[in-house]
């Protein structure tokens, strides 16, 4: 396609995820007090007792519920926007890269959400009974519902992005981009660039924040790595572990 259509097709898919966006925010928004009162009750038992949320400001208010509003409507038009996302780079694709299309957007929908799920059982409670103890060894805690209620969204959207971690991993292996030897064999590097990457998205600077989300993206690393050699084996036999992405292509022409 010349530039000016891929322009084009650019600006109407994303008409497509604003709009989407902005009518799945509008309806969320009247919901948000039921929607606030869930997200806090992770944290309800670490919080300070007799603790209420705080609204310092006139617009306060409004600027939460619409915050909330957008994070929540953002999450129901995450299959939209991944959608519109591939399939915007549809057309560059192969016949048989394609048909990974719809697994890809399963796999990354499922893998986010199941981030969050994992982010809001585990580490809500872990995170801000540790941030709140630093507090009340020598002060009161006032509990500021945009500070509370920005960092959670924050964990939230984190882990549910840090949970893609396998999908990245699996694609780069079986498509040899980063063979599967390189990722093996220069293990000690890769878990020392997850700890520094980990300690530089965690929003609150906490330390347990920081351990748990390594504990978990080095977890999810392996079974990364398990899967695609699995994979990888099952296609071209043990001996595509060792294959660069040069000799990956020429195995693919052989076999069209």
């Known amino acids: 396609m010349p530039l000016f259509d891929h322009l084009s097709e650019f ?11 902005i009518a799945a925010a509008i309806v969320v928004y009247f919901a948000t007090p039921t929607l606030i009162s869930i997200m806090l009750d992770p944290i309800r038992g670490v919080l300070p007792e007799g603790s209420e949320l705080t609204v310092i400001s006139a617009l306060g208010g409004f600027t939460i519920r619409f915050k909330v509003a957008l994070f929540f409507g953002a999450i129901v038009c995450t299959p939209i926007i991944l959608w519109e996302v591939l399939g915007f780079f549809l057309p560059a694709l192969t016949e048989k890269e394609r048909k990974w299309v719809l697994p890809t957007i399963a796999a990354m929908v499922g893998l986010f959400f199941l981030g969050m799920i994992f982010c809001y059982l585990v580490i809500q409670k872990a995170a801000f009974g540790w941030l709140v ?13 945009e500070d509370y209620l920005s960092i959670m969204m924050l964990l939230e959207v984190g882990f549910g992005i840090a949970f893609q971690l396998p999908l990245i991993i ?39 924040t920081m351990v748990l989300m390594y504990a978990v ?3 999810l690393y392996e079974v990364s790595l398990a899967v695609a050699r699995r994979v990888i084996i099952l296609r071209n036999g043990k001996e595509a572990l060792n294959w660069t992405r040069e000799e990956y292509a020429e195995h693919a022409l052989k076999d069209d």
């Open 170 to 208: 699996f694609y780069l292996s079986i498509l040899h981009v980063v063979p599967y030897r390189t990722f093996r064999g220069q293990w000690r590097y890769v878990y020392v660039g997850l700890l520094i990457l980990c300690g530089v998205v965690t929003p609150d600077a906490s330390p347990i």
């Open 217 to 219: 993206m080095l977890a």
């Open 133 to 145: 103890e630093q507090i009340t060894q020598f002060a009161t805690a006032t509990v500021n519902a």
């Open 11 to 21: 600006r109407r898919r994303l008409t497509i995820v604003v709009v989407s966006l």
